[in-house]
């Protein structure tokens, strides 16, 4: 369900779109087509956890903004 979600965010953004759990867990991703993840720090599964850095950074955004 989520991988659809975000194959739909990733065509309206023109944009790779991942979906993770607050605890790092990949739930879902849209890449755009030509584009290579970031393998080292996203496994690329789905139900595999990221890095847990990665993960404590994202977790400390507290606002996005559209550029």
């Given at each position: 369900m989520f991988n659809d979600i975000c194959s739909?965010?990733?065509?309206i953004l023109s944009s790779s779109v991942?979906?993770?759990?607050?605890?790092g867990?990949?739930?879902g991703q849209g890449l755009l087509?030509?584009?290579e993840p970031i393998a080292e720090?996203?496994?690329?599964n789905v139900g595999?956890?990221?890095?847990?850095?990665?993960n404590e950074r994202?977790?400390?955004v507290?606002?996005?903004?559209e550029m």
């Amino acid at each position: 369900m989520f991988n659809d979600i975000c194959s739909v965010m990733r065509d309206i953004l023109s944009s790779s779109v991942i979906v993770i759990s607050r605890k790092g867990k990949l739930l879902g991703q849209g890449l755009l087509p030509g584009e290579e993840p970031i393998a080292e720090l996203i496994g690329g599964n789905v139900g595999e956890f990221i890095d847990k850095m990665l993960n404590e950074r994202l977790l400390s955004v507290l606002s996005t903004k559209e550029m």
